[in-house]
T-cell receptor, first 113, second 112 residues
Framework: AQTVTQSQPEMSVQEAETVTLSCTYDTSESDYYLFWYKQPPSRQMILVIRQEAYKQQNATENRFSVNFQKAAKSFSLKISDSQLGDAAMYFCAYKRPDDKIIFGKGTRLHILP | DAGVTQSPTHLIKTRGQQVTLRCSPKSGHDTVSWYQQALGQGPQFIFQYYEEEERQRGNFPDRFSGHQFPNYSSELNVNALLLGDSALYLC???????????FGPGTRLTVL
């Protein structure tokens, strides 16, 4: 069965600094999608970034980028120039070819002013 | 363009009661998935609806059932509520087998 592991329950970063959130996953599939979702206290699950497994190039969205290592089954999220509004729970997620999404347990990110 | 909407926002029920939660998908989407998120946990997949039929299901008992209407909106029904059913229920919409599911704001269910 596929699993998603986020080994950092909580992290803190100084405002304007860079932080990296870790995620590993387990699958025997070759074609799948990976996502990072952000869930602020408002509860809305917001898509941060997505990566298609067959694309070797790492995805980037403004201050957010990923380091996708397919062979190692690793998918980390880097947030540059951290802002107070980045404070939230961050979930790593794996989407199977049948459309089912498996989520990790999340990493709570604190931004220190 | 409205995103995914859910109602109600909050709900309080007692054990043994039944509850219905509602979801309207994002415009252009035909697939609705439901997730249960317990406090401090990641969302768990309940089931997915496409063309008014349950397409696949996670490890949830038959007390959890759903429906999809011709306009693609969906309902989640939970019968014989247990204390452990207290959670945030998230609805996500997508186009079938496309890459991204978009989430609604959730319904917070409290069972007393």
């Amino acid at each position: 069965a596929q699993t998603v592991t986020q080994s950092q329950p909580e992290m803190s970063v100084q405002e304007a600094e860079t932080v990296t959130l870790s995620c590993t996953y387990d699958t025997s599939e070759s074609d799948y999608y990976l996502f990072w979702y952000k869930q602020p206290p408002s509860r809305q699950m917001i898509l941060v970034i997505r990566q298609e497994a067959y694309k070797q190039q790492n995805a980037t969205e403004n201050r957010f980028s990923v380091n996708f290592q397919k062979a190692a089954k690793s998918f980390s999220l880097k947030i540059s120039d951290s802002q107070l509004g980045d404070a939230a729970m961050y979930f790593c997620a794996y989407k199977r070819p049948d459309d089912k999404i498996i989520f990790g347990k999340g990493t709570r990110l604190h931004i220190l002013p | 363009d409205a995103g995914v909407t859910q109602s109600p926002t909050h709900l309080i029920k007692t054990r043994g009661q039944q509850v219905t939660l509602r979801c309207s998908p994002k415009s252009g989407h035909d697939t609705v998935s439901w997730y249960q998120q317990a406090l401090g946990q990641g969302p768990q997949f309940i089931f997915q609806y496409y063309e008014e039929e349950e397409r696949q299901r996670g490890n949830f008992p038959d007390r959890f059932s759903g429906h999809q209407f011709p306009n693609y909106s969906s309902e989640l029904n939970v019968n014989a509520l247990l204390l452990g059913d207290s959670a945030l229920y998230l609805c996500a919409s997508s186009s079938l087998l496309k890459d991204t599911q978009y989430f609604g704001p959730g319904t917070r269910l409290t069972v007393l």
